[in-house]
């Protein structure tokens, strides 16, 4: 962080700017509960600003007001919003817009209470505002609750047409105040991210930039994978409800409170929100509507991402797609993390993702497209860590120099979710499919449970010795020549098949070692049916170094956490193809970073025994990119 510098600008007339916006009615770094217990704070309004030693939920060397305003969409729904403007804002003049549009902005907690004795402004990114300085820069911080949320009225709409119509409106509004200079930076990371996304699709002329960490790219994927329920079916629902219905603080705004109270009186919003989680049609209006990365198409916005490849709660699904669609400048933060912001840290100081400078770059970026002031560092458009944990600089995402379509053959396996398996092998000691610990509880964007279960030990190594011997189990493998040279899979692998049959696919990639040790780098699930079926991989940035071999396997879902419901048929696999785009490490240009503390943490629970059987296909045909 740097050192704050002093605000120069004349301490007086910001009550009278602010009185023109009256309408007609993660981690903090340096706040919490506990820094106010036994502490009163003064109540914001539009005419009544509050500084931060009225209130010290306010940030240093701001001034906090609340606002409201209706929604887009003409449904009635009012917005509220907490803004923050630089302290001493000299009468008449304009700053830029950072804002940030989500669910996790109510005064008594993001998730749940957490425990304030006073009413205030969320310290969701107060790691953002301290670290940019972004006051002592000029810019303004604007934080918007969904409907449903916080202070806004409305039924909570999960990424969807209401939820759209709310960023509009708030990118509307905060352009259109006194003391905006008309642009506007959308900021957030998991939900908030999502809702930048949005912000980019809508492709209004005030949002300048975009800056979207872990976000979700496609809901209906977050839910379902292919028609099969992940285990959040359920909780994710549970969990937003829970949030719209939180209890505020008693000494808020009297209209903030009687908006936060808008469930009561509208209990269908909450039944209408669970309801729409249970439909799991792809092709349903209620998720065609919540396709983002689709929506892309077209749009240009500046945006600025950062994706955990191997994270298990927003994962990198419709990631390549909705790039592609995307035709604006890109910046990008990409390797592999868990869900974590571009600045955290783990409790023994290393950085998250491994890198330095998100802030700077952060806000480089935005004084770019919002203030119109060239960078003085250039950085790449793409800084990617590798599964070696090396960073490299890219000029786009994802680098193809071939792309290659393998024949994997044919094959058999039954869909009994792993059954046969464990009765092929009975003094393996493998447990028990059916005995599998569903997760439970609440699973919002932010908050997820570690709930994706990597294979028992033993399991792979005896389901191919199982294959070797002739036997029709639970999945079947298929081997690659070992790679003569070290190669680079990138981009979203894509599985092609005939099948025979009904029930459940899965469908997972091994990075296989000369020891006979493999990690699972990549896998997605589906059902299944008689005739053709193609299945995009998660997107991904995995090395095969020289000697390795890449393994396929193909059967039921065993592992992980779906909510899968086994057919008990044998299903035949037949022309079973696999699409992968190949990139040569040996092109790189590296860049500053770190290997991400989560690697090694992923390899541990990923890593099986797994020796290479016979060969058949070869993942770089001619020995060329």
């Known amino acids: 962080m740097r050192a704050r510098r002093t605000a120069r600008w004349a301490a007086s007339a910001l009550v009278t700017a602010l009185a023109a916006t009256g309408m007609s009615a993660g981690p903090a770094a340096a706040s919490g509960p506990a820094a106010t217990q036994g502490r009163t704070g003064a109540v914001a309004t539009a005419t009544t600003p509050v500084t931060h030693e009225q209130n010290d939920r306010v940030p240093e060397g701001s001034l906090w007001t609340q606002h409201y305003f209706p929604s887009s969409d003409r449904s009635g729904t009012e917005l509220h919003a907490d803004v923050l403007l630089p302290e001493g804002l000299p009468k008449r003049a304009k700053v830029p817009v950072i804002l940030s549009v989500g669910p996790y902005f109510g005064h008594s907690g993001q998730s749940g209470a957490e425990g304030w004795t006073h009413t205030g402004p969320s310290d ?3 790691d953002f505002v301290e670290g940019t300085d972004l006051f002592d820069e000029g810019y303004a911080f604007v934080m918007v609750d969904l409907r449903g949320f916080g202070g806004s009225t ?6 969807g047409p209401g939820e759209q119509a709310d960023v509009e409106a708030a ?4 352009s259109e105040q006194p003391w905006s200079t008309g642009s506007v930076g959308l900021y957030g990371k998991s939900y908030d991210a999502l809702t930048g996304l949005i912000g980019n699709n809508l492709d209004q002329r005030a949002l300048k930039a975009v800056v979207a960490q872990e976000p979700v790219w496609d809901m209906y994927q977050y839910i379902y994978s292919n028609g ?11 969990a937003y409800n829970s949030i719209a219905t939180l209890d505020q603080l008693p000494d808020d705004d009297p209209r903030y409170l009687a908006n936060s109270r808008y469930e009561e009186t509208h209990p269908e919003c909450l039944t209408r929100n669970a309801a729409g989680y249970r439909i799991a049609d792809q092709d ?8 983002m990365a689709k929506a892309a198409r077209g749009t240009d916005t500046p945006l600025f991402v950062t994706q955990g490849f191997i994270e298990n709660n927003t994962k990198p699904e419709e990631m390549q797609e909705y790039l592609d669609n995307h035709r604006g400048p890109e910046r990008g933060w990409v390797g592999q993390w868990e869900h974590v912001r571009g600045g955290d840290r783990t409790s023994d100081g290393r950085l998250s993702m491994g890198r330095e400078g998100w802030y700077d770059e952060t806000l480089s970026f935005y004084d770019q497209y919002l203030k119109g002031v060239r960078p003085a560092v250039r950085y790449p458009a793409y800084s990617v860590e590798d599964s070696t944990g090396a960073w490299r600089a890219q000029k786009t995402w994802p680098v193809v120099e071939r792309s290659v379509t393998l024949p994997l053959g044919s094959g058999s396996y039954v869909d009994d979710g792993g059954l046969s398996t464990l009765a092929a092998l009975p003094t393996s000691g493998l ?7 569903e997760p439970s509880g609440e699973w919002d964007m932010e908050n997820a449970p570690a709930t994706d279960r990597a294979a028992p030990e033993g399991l792979a190594e005896g389901q191919a010795l199982l294959q070797e011997s002739g036997a029709v189990t639970s999945s079947f493998f298929v081997w690659s020549e070992p790679l003569r040279k070290t190669v680079r899979i990138t981009g979203t692998p894509r599985i092609s098949l005939t099948a025979e049959g009904r029930g459940n696919v899965m469908l997972k990639l091994y990075d296989v070692a000369p020891d006979g040790t493999a990690v699972m780098f990549d896998e997605q699930v589906s059902l299944l049916s008689t005739g053709g079926l193609t299945v995009d991989l998660k997107a991904t940035d995995w090395t095969l170094a020289a000697g390795h071999v890449l393994a396929v396997e193909i059967g039921t879902i065993r592992t992980g956490s779906w909510r899968d419901t086994p057919s008990g048929e044998t299903v035949e696999v037949e022309k079973a193809r696999l699409r992968l785009d190949l990139d040569d490490p040996a092109d790189d240009i590296a860049t500053g970073g ?8 992923y390899l541990r629970q990923y890593t099986v025994d797994l020796p290479a059987g016979p060969a058949t296909f070869t993942v770089l045909p001619g020995g060329r990119f």
């Open 124 to 126: 969701r990114f107060q």
């Open 154 to 159: 409305g039924c909570l709409d999960w990424g």
């Open 171 to 174: 990118i509307d509004w905060a």
């Open 228 to 238: 099969v329920p992940r285990p959040n079916v359920t909780g994710t629902a549970q």
């Open 284 to 291: 349903d209006e209620f998720w065609t509507s919540r396709d």
């Open 431 to 437: 447990p028990d499919p059916r005995d599998r610990e």
């Open 594 to 601: 770190a290997r991400s503390p989560y690697l090694d943490t």
